[in-house]
């Protein structure tokens, strides 16, 4: 491995920026976000980047490594071309703040439009529940998300046609799949998920379940049997037929 | 004149992890005006990486569970230094708690009859933790912030605060800033919650992500509230130990509760080779039992692996220092080894411990289901912390609650594993009902502006020394260098006073920090104020960990290291004298009432 390697990293503000290039040494088992620390307490102290767990649990490090967005606490260096430099920028999707640090302030006031947990009155006399460990494994995959917001990042509908007021994007769709798919949930949401998320924005592209770094199923699990729950709700012809008669 | 953005609460809560939001949730349930200070974004706060479970005497697995049982091993792994009231409260609310948070949504893994599934941990003598694979922390906290954001309490991410504010000797509230633009907050509060978490970052190698620098530790200090047991810094054995850069992130003791053997370079189980009194009746003697007792053997006894977490921590760092350790100076931690006792054990190991595998196989490069890890000791968790009544969580300055890892009193000199989980439900619940009241029945506060500028133009000294003043960064590294040499797992009076001098050296060196740049985001400044709190803490740290002149629980002295009766009936309690400076003193454990001395001694 290459003892040292330059991090080509976007500087700047709302107001613009350009790519500043640091040489810093480079150790064996590094992680992006350890150069990037390097840099900051030896070059630049003021380098601004969002970070908490280091142990990709927290999803706050989220970024665009040569291009591909990823978690800088868990790529490591020796899975990246150090002959050439790493290119690290903040996300796209979102409003810069300085450096790699982004407004995600968005996913969170859209995620109070989405209609709250519900659940069935309790199973037992005790006030607990009883669920299978099958049905219970179907959200559980959904609940592993972190909330880096890498799928909100790629997904073209916000990215590049900033249609943020209009859809919610892969993450909230994902949130929306665990409310309505728990065992014990009894809120309709798929009324909304039409008309005030917009799901029929999302033409599948699997962008989002590509870099996902919990590597849920976004797409197929998640998002088309959304699709699936609003077509046979709005778009069943049979039905239709029925409420004609 | 510095601006501040003011905002003005019944209860204002500073912290938003798992004691946090629970605080918030329960005191915004009760109609009043709240306000939630988080110094990240939410849902990021530590909590998350809690892995291995919520202890609650459910008795969803083994009925012969109970609260008495969680109660005397809570105290036991304590060696009874524990707050018995708080010990008592958790043990019994503990269990409503976890079925508070499956009301609100979170799904526990199953029992075959559709009940919350639960495994086994360190010194729980039952299966108790309610678990979602190995990440529980993030199953909490997702929880509590999609039903908290629902109940109308104010969230302000990414600020931190810089001071705690008084009125007539009565909490008023705090000010602080956010990391976003820079800008100054003044936070008015007639209660104020702290679940600020713990200390970590005082420490080189260390689970705890960068926000754990004592902050409510240290701010409750400055307006005169008592911290108590902070000797006692809970070293998690198994932290990962190569890469390098990956030096103490937690690997769970869930490893251990599915199966998971420890063992040296010699391929010997050596936490056979020592097993302490207090447990030795209830710990297997051979392999074979051991092994049942993880496979829900209800006659089993549980293997020495899973005996309290100080124990085992002090035994790999001797299998270490004996040149015993592996190549990377761990120990190896081996789950890939069930193999050999049950059929499609990689698929087995990658359902119940997921985070765990892709850890390793992203990090380290290392498949877990096929080779052992490698592991070493990792500073986890802070016993000691705001000294509190037990039932209503308040200190000793009016109208300041404190819950969580902040709080002291639960687990004494030593944390079980699993409870934090709980501790953080429990006691956030109690905290946001008191201050609440509190709220309620008090008048409303003023706030000194002399005093708030005061602060302000502290926290702004370090851009007048600009690239000429100290490094933050490096302030703090050689701290971290420190506290883990001098101040670790095992300790001494001489390397103590050494470190009592290089703290004050680094007080002096933290006070010339200087940053280029200006407010808005800028994470040197951020390191910079970060600081003066980690040296507070590192300090009482110290101190505490030198005036406790024996070794208990998670303080191990190397000049002291048997345990001393008389010790045993005390807390050390610090705090700031009239002069200024740290004071240190004993204080007599309270008796425990004649009902909990039967229920310990009938679970001996």
Known sequence: MATQATFRIWRGDPSGGQFQDFITPVDQGMVVLDAIHRIQAQQAPDLAVRWNCKAGKCGSCSAEINGVPKLMCMTRLSNLNLEMPVIIEPMHAFPVIRDLVTDVSWNFNAKKTIRKFRPRSPDAPDGTWRMQQADVERVQEFRKCIECFLCQDVCHVLREHHKHNEFIGPRLLVYAAALEMHPLDTEDRVSDLRRKHNIGYCNITTCCRQVCPESITITENAIIPLKERVVDRFFDPIKQLFHII | ?604
């Open chain 2, 1 to 604: 004149m510095l601006e501040f953005q003011r905002f003005s609460y019944d209860v204002l809560v500073i912290g938003a992890g798992g004691a946090g939001l629970r605080a918030a949730i329960e005191a915004a349930a009760r109609g009043i005006k709240v306000g939630v200070v988080c110094k990240s974004l939410l849902g990021k706060a530590h909590t998350v990486m809690a892995e291995g479970g919520i202890a609650a005497a459910l008795a969803n697995v083994d009925d012969r569970d109970n609260w008495r049982v969680h109660f005397a091993d809570t105290m036991r792994g304590g060696q009874y230094l524990n707050d018995w009231r708080m010990a008592e409260l958790h043990a019994k609310e503990a269990p409503e708690c976890v079925h508070e948070l499956e009301a609100w949504g979170a799904l526990f893994d199953r029992t075959i009859d559709g009940r919350i599934l639960q495994r086994n941990f360190g010194g729980h003598r039952y299966p108790r933790l309610a678990h979602v694979g190995d990440r529980t922390g993030l199953e909490m906290i997702r929880t509590l912030q999609d039903h908290g954001i629902h109940t109308g309490m104010e969230v302000h991410m990414e600020c931190t605060v810089l001071s705690l504010l008084l009125d007539s000797g009565r909490i008023a509230g705090a000010c602080g800033y956010d990391r976003e633009k820079g800008l100054f907050y003044l936070w008015q509060a007639k209660a104020v919650v702290l679940a600020t978490g713990g200390i970590g970052r005082a420490f080189k190698i260390t689970s705890n992500s960068w926000e754990y620098t004592g902050d409510g530790h240290a701010l409750a200090y400055r307006v005169g509230a008592e911290l108590k047991d902070m000797e006692f810094v809970q070293f998690h054995p198994t932290g990962m130990v190569w890469p390098i850069s990956v030096r103490g992130i937690l690997v769970t003791e869930g490893v251990r509760g599915e199966g998971g053997v420890l063992r040296n370079k010699e391929g010997r189980r050596f936490m056979f080779d020592e097993i302490p009194d207090l447990y030795k009746h209830q710990t297997a003697d051979n392999e074979e039992e051991g092994w049942r007792y993880t496979q829900g053997d209800k006659n089993a006894r549980r293997p020495p692996e899973l005996l309290t977490r100080d124990h085992v921590a002090r035994c790999i760092n001797r299998e270490v220092k004996a040149g015993r350790g592996t190549p990377h100076g761990g120990v190896f931690l081996d789950i890939a080894w069930i193999n050999e006792r049950m059929p499609k054990s990689a698929e087995h190991i990658k359902r119940k411990l997921p985070s765990m595998y892709h850890q390793f196989k992203q990090l380290a490069d290392l498949d877990i289901t096929k080779e052992p890890m490698e592991v070493g000791p990792t500073t986890h968790y802070v016993m000691g912390g705001v000294s509190v009544d037990g039932e209503t969580q308040m200190s000793s300055v009016p109208g300041l609650f404190a819950a969580g890892e902040v709080a002291a009193g639960l687990h004494g000199a030593n944390r079980l594993g699993g409870n934090s989980l709980s501790d953080l439900l429990v006691f956030g619940r109690r905290a946001g009902r008191y201050a609440a009241d509190f709220a309620k029945d008090n008048g409303s506060v003023t706030s000194d502006e002399s005093q708030l500028q005061a602060v302000v133009t502290a926290a702004v000294k370090p851009f007048d020394y600009g690239s000429t003043g100290e490094n933050p960064y490096q302030v703090q590294y050689d701290l971290q260098e420190s506290m883990q040499d001098l101040v670790g797992i095992v300790r001494t009076e001489s390397e103590m006073e050494r470190a009592l001098g290089i703290i004050e050296q680094l007080a002096a060196r933290a006070d010339r920090v200087g940053i280029p740049g200006h407010r808005q985001y800028n994470n040197g400044w951020h390191t910079a104020l970060d600081l003066p709190n980690l040296l507070t803490v590192s300090e009482a740290i110290t101190r505490a960990a030198l005036f406790r002149k024996e070794s208990r629980g998670a303080q191990f002295r190397e000049d002291f290291p048997d345990k001393d009766p008389d010790w045993g009936k005390c807390n050390i309690v610090v705090k700031r004298g009239a002069d200024g400076a740290m004071s240190v003193e004993k204080r007599l454990v309270q008796a425990l009432p004649d009902e909990l001395k039967a229920v310990i001694e009938e679970m001996r």
